[in-house]
């Protein structure tokens, strides 16, 4: 009778040893590829973007910033990138592959605070920038979270300019426009409180204020612009108007306040942010306030009666993720959560 021999420890060891081998190179490959800590969010379906439309993201990073703008001529704009928390940047790559975005052709960056730069070192690892607008700030290391976004600018070689009134670009049909801080060429402006002194009021005054405009169509961003910073616009802008000259122009294109649909409530609708007279000036049709449940300071209820006497907000905490999609004469709002 023939002996069969058994299936021994040994043999059984080797197996398990070479199951796990074999899926640590399976792991080491699709890192290669593929971040393994993210993987969700590279199993999700690509949409192919159609030109001729401005879509605007607002994505819920909790309390925080992240809005991608994908402009009409194909190019895309990332305006900060949350705190940098996993799952909020699982988010914001989930949305940047859904949106197959690889290149982020403008990276801004409208503070130097957590909530709006934390996750971009992070992103950086993942996606390439063609530029970045960022702020002049000569301590990079006024926060960790910045400095660490400005190291990853330096490591990948993007090109960066400052983030200021006077920056800009036009397209093929719109254009962008930083209203605010003030231009630095004198050397008296918020960024240079912000380098003096690094404080709560002094880095809110320097948050970046960007105008994006595709045809009829017109989105105001206030970062955390702060009553500060929002009064000196509204001054300004009156001036130019007074004076007929042009507001923050860009090529043949200028801001006009007034025109403005959609505006991102600053300071995630903290009380810093409320100046009646923005909203009275700028009368916009919808006002969006990012903002997570978990933080009580925000929204603050005077605060957002004060918007509330001009438009209904929709709250990311409430609503998700916020699309706005436009041609060049009007633009549709589409929530996550309905």
């Known amino acids: 009778m023939k002996k069969v021999k058994s299936f021994g420890k040994k043999s059984a060891a080797i197996i398990t040893t070479s199951i796990v081998v074999a899926l640590c190179i399976a792991v080491m490959v699709v890192n290669i590829f593929i971040p393994v800590r993210y993987l969700s969010a590279y199993f999700v379906a690509r949409a192919q973007r159609e030109q001729g439309y401005l879509t605007v993201t607002f994505a819920d990073v909790g309390f925080g910033d992240c809005i991608l703008a994908e402009l009409p001529d194909g190019k895309t704009m990332l305006i900060d990138g949350g705190n940098g928390d996993y799952q909020n940047t699982l988010e914001v790559l989930t949305l940047l592959n859904s949106k197959n975005v690889d290149t982020i052709d403008y990276l801004v960056c409208t503070s130097v605070k957590d909530e709006h730069c934390g996750g971009l070192a992070e992103i950086l690892k993942y996606k390439q920038a063609g530029r970045a607008y960022i702020p ?4 990079t290391r006024v926060t960790d979270e910045y400095h660490s976004f400005v190291t990853a600018l330096e490591e990948q070689g993007v090109e960066t300019r400052i983030a200021q009134a006077g920056e800009g670009v036009a397209g093929d049909g719109y254009f962008f426009s930083f209203l605010s801080p003030s ?3 004198a050397g008296d ?6 380098n003096q002194s690094a ?4 880095i809110d005054r320097a948050s970046a204020v ?3 405009q595709y045809g009829d169509n017109c989105f105001l961003f206030t970062s955390d612009a702060n009553e500060d910073t929002l009064a000196r616009i ?3 802008y009156r001036q130019c108007v007074q004076l007929l000259q042009p507001f923050c122009p860009v090529g043949d294109n200028e801001v006009e306040l007034e025109k403005c649909d959609v505006v991102s409530v600053p300071a995630h609708g903290g009380k810093n942010g409320a100046y009646a007279p923005f909203y009275d000036l700028i009368s916009p049709s919808e006002a969006v306030v990012s903002v997570g449940e978990n933080f009580s300071e925000c929204p ?3 605060a957002m009666s004060v918007v509330c006497a001009y438009v209904q907000p929709m709250y990311t905490c409430y609503d998700g993720t916020i699309t706005i999609t436009a041609d060049k004469y009007e633009y549709i ?3 996550e959560i309905t």
């Open 199 to 202: 404080t709560s009021d002094n």
């Open 300 to 302: 603050d209820n005077a």
């Open 183 to 185: 231009n630095g060429a």
């Open 136 to 139: 002049d700030c000569t301590n």
């Open 234 to 236: 509204v001054t300004e």
């Open 210 to 212: 960007l105008w994006l």
């Open 189 to 194: 402006n918020e960024y240079a409180l912000l």
């Open 333 to 335: 709002v589409d929530k």
